[in-house]
Structures are given as C-alpha cells and as structure tokens.
Nanobody, 122 residues
Framework: QVQLVESGGGLVQAGGSLRLSCSAS????????MGWFRQGPGKEREFVAA????????YYADFVRGRFTISRDNAKNTVYLQMNNLKPEDTAIYYC???????????????WGQGTQVTVSS
C-alpha cells in the first residue's frame, strides 16, 4: 500500500508560480512511476505530467509543456511539479498518483493522493 500526500497548493495571480510536492509513504518509492493529474470544476480528471521511476522518461500534456516541470527525488520519496506562468484555466485540484508505468491515463495508476487545490486569479 502506498500513501500519497500532496502539498504546496494555494491562491496565486496569473503569471505566478507554485511548486507542488507529493510525499509517498513507502520503502519502494523508486519502484513506481509517478504522475500528476488535475480536475477542474465540472471537468473530468486529466493528465498533466508523468515521470518514470528513475526520471529518464518524462511526459507532459500539451497545455502545460514549457510551463510545468515534473521531477522526483527518490531519496526523499517525493515527486514535484513546478508550475510557472500559471493561467486561470490551470485552476483545479491537483492529484499525484503512483503506478507501474509512466502513462497518461487515470486507470494506469494504482494509488492516489487526496489532492491539493490550486487557484489562479486573473
């Protein structure tokens, strides 16, 4: 069982930055690919970014490429999402997830955090 806890969300003005963190309570964190997803008001959960177990494969959704950066520190059991140049449409609850492969579908991930709210004001 893997427990994931996100942090770092908040309220920011358009053009600002936030850094999300996701801490995993497992001794086998480096066995898992990690992903970030988000769910905006009235929308389905959507893929944001994913990183393989050792960081050699990274994927981004088109709408965040060039603005967001995913990274991980296996020694700290933590995955990060650096978000720059935030836009009002980035407003959502952001979730981290763990799974066997760095894929883009919700169903590819086995474990999920509770989410952290990101609100971007115009």
């Amino acid at each position: 069982q893997v427990q994931l806890v996100e942090s770092g969300g908040g309220l920011v003005q358009a053009g600002g930055s936030l850094r999300l963190s996701c801490s995993a309570s497992t001794r086998t964190f480096s066995n898992y690919a990690m992903g970030w997803f988000r769910q905006g008001p009235g929308k389905e959960r959507e893929f944001v970014a994913a990183i393989s177990w050792n960081g050699d494969r990274i994927y981004y959704a088109d709408f965040v490429r060039g603005r967001f950066t995913i990274s991980r520190d296996n020694a700290k059991n933590t995955v990060y999402l650096q978000m720059n140049n935030l836009k009002p449409e980035d407003t959502a609850i952001y979730y981290c997830a763990a799974g066997p492969f760095s894929r883009v579908r919700v169903l590819d991930y086995d474990y999920w955090g509770q989410g952290t709210q990101v609100t971007v004001s115009s």
